[in-house]
């Protein structure tokens, strides 16, 4: 297959479009941020803006993204069907029934995250349930910790299943899925925290994030050059596939300065600026995170695409 340019439409039909990428952009999201949440509240306890944030974030990405992934299969109503026929041997039905514990937990998690705002409320329901919560926070925690790395790691499994489809079927994809998710959870969390927290009363918090994020993007690199190398070593097509997907074509070039470029070299260089003076402005800390967030998205809606057109 030779090097190719111009749109991308013009090779190959897209079973697997964007709203697919930005599935897997919302549910590692959510995963991540539970992640995140639980080890914000062991660090700095549950009375902080950037635990609260990671909380909500957590069961808003995840209803979305599975909206998104009910209206995208055609037959909303049908779906019922696959949260009752069970087949293990399916990614896809696993993924599911990982999600169907996920998503519950993560909003009565969200709902004992924000126990005070709800009380303020004066219903009695709301605030016995938000109490209720609040009192199950320590063990929904840890089934949240567990079940957010599964979930984190199905978006990946649920493509690298796809055997025939070079870019996908590596075992390196979903660690790298994984990682990204709790890259832009670290990143959505802080953007969300600085945002409230305007006299940086909390700003232990937002440099945990940063650092926390830091790790998170070299770790992501480094899983990106594997699974390239992996793929490469895999087989010629293989090779093919990877040296097509690298090639200056418009898909490449939204990887080297998307995802590369603005989503993690940029990202670093404000963290290790504002790392090594312990310090920060709220406005570097938003701009860093939302070229991580962008990064993150375009790195799965690369992902999806290269996967299919680079065969």
Same mark, same amino acid.
């Given at each position: 297959?030779?090097?190719?340019?111009?749109?991308?439409?013009?090779?190959?039909?897209?079973?697997?479009?964007?709203?697919?990428?930005?599935?897997?952009?919302?549910?590692?999201?959510?995963?991540?941020?539970?992640?995140?949440?639980?080890?914000?509240?062991?660090?700095?306890?549950?009375?902080?803006?950037?635990?609260?944030?990671?909380?909500?974030?957590?069961?808003?990405?995840?209803?979305?993204? @599975?909206? &998104? $992934?009910? %209206?995208?299969? +055609?037959?909303?109503?049908?779906?019922?069907?696959? /949260? *009752? !026929?069970?087949?293990?041997?399916?990614?896809?039905?696993?993924?599911?029934?990982?999600?169907?514990?996920?998503?519950?937990?993560?909003?009565?998690?969200?709902?004992?995250?924000?126990?005070?705002?709800?009380?303020?409320?004066?219903?009695?329901?709301?605030?016995?349930?938000?109490?209720?919560?609040?009192?199950?926070?320590?063990?929904?925690?840890?089934?949240?910790?567990?079940?957010?790395?599964?979930?984190?790691?199905?978006?990946?499994?649920?493509?690298?299943?796809?055997?025939?489809?070079?870019?996908?079927?590596?075992?390196? @994809?979903? &660690? $790298?899925? %994984?990682?990204? +998710?709790?890259?832009?959870?670290?990143?959505?969390? /802080? *953007? !969300?925290?600085?945002?409230?927290?305007?006299?940086?009363?909390?700003?232990?918090?937002?440099?945990?994030?940063?650092?926390?994020?830091?790790?998170?993007?070299?770790?992501?690199?480094?899983?990106?050059?594997?699974?390239?190398?992996?793929?490469?070593?895999?087989?010629?097509?293989?090779?093919?596939?990877?040296?097509?997907?690298?090639?200056?074509?418009?898909?490449?070039?939204?990887?080297?300065?998307?995802?590369?470029?603005?989503?993690?070299?940029?990202?670093?260089?404000?963290?290790?600026?504002?790392?090594?003076?312990?310090?920060?402005?709220?406005?570097?800390?938003?701009?860093?995170?939302?070229?991580?967030?962008?990064?993150?998205? *375009? !790195?799965?809606?690369?992902?999806?695409?290269?996967?299919?057109?680079?065969?």
């Amino acid at each position: 297959m030779n090097n190719m340019s111009g749109s991308l439409a013009q090779y190959t039909e897209i079973y697997w479009g964007w709203p697919i990428a930005f599935y897997l952009f919302l549910a590692g999201l959510s995963a991540g941020a539970s992640i995140v949440a639980v080890l914000i509240s062991n660090k700095f306890g549950k009375d902080n803006y950037y635990f609260k944030a990671a909380a909500l974030i957590a069961p808003v990405a995840i209803i979305l993204g @599975l909206a &998104l $992934l009910v %209206l995208d299969l +055609g037959k909303p109503l049908s779906f019922y069907w696959i /949260l *009752l !026929l069970y087949n293990f041997d399916s990614v896809m039905s696993i993924g599911v029934a990982l999600l169907l514990v996920y998503t519950p937990l993560s909003v009565i998690y969200a709902i004992g995250a924000f126990k005070n705002e709800i009380a303020s409320l004066k219903i009695s329901l709301f605030d016995a349930l938000a109490n209720l919560a609040s009192k199950l926070s320590g063990l929904l925690g840890v089934l949240l910790f567990i079940l957010g790395i599964g979930v984190g790691a199905y978006t990946g499994f649920l493509l690298s299943a796809a055997h025939k489809i070079a870019l996908w079927n590596t075992p390196v @994809l979903p &660690l $790298l899925f %994984l990682v990204s +998710g709790l890259s832009c959870a670290g990143a959505f969390t /802080l *953007l !969300l925290g600085v945002l409230k927290d305007e006299k940086r009363a909390q700003k232990q918090t937002a440099h945990f994030l940063l650092k926390f994020d830091f790790l998170a993007i070299v770790a992501e690199f480094l899983l990106i050059v594997a699974l390239f190398m992996v793929v490469k070593g895999t087989s010629a097509s293989g090779a093919q596939s990877v040296a097509n997907a690298l090639s200056a074509n418009s898909l490449g070039l939204m990887f080297y300065i998307g995802v590369i470029g603005l989503g993690m070299a940029v990202p670093i260089i404000l963290d290790l600026s504002v790392l090594k003076v312990h310090d920060f402005k709220r406005e570097f800390a938003v701009l860093n995170a939302i070229l991580v967030i962008c990064g993150v998205f *375009l !790195l799965r809606y690369y992902i999806v695409y290269a996967g299919q057109i680079f065969i």
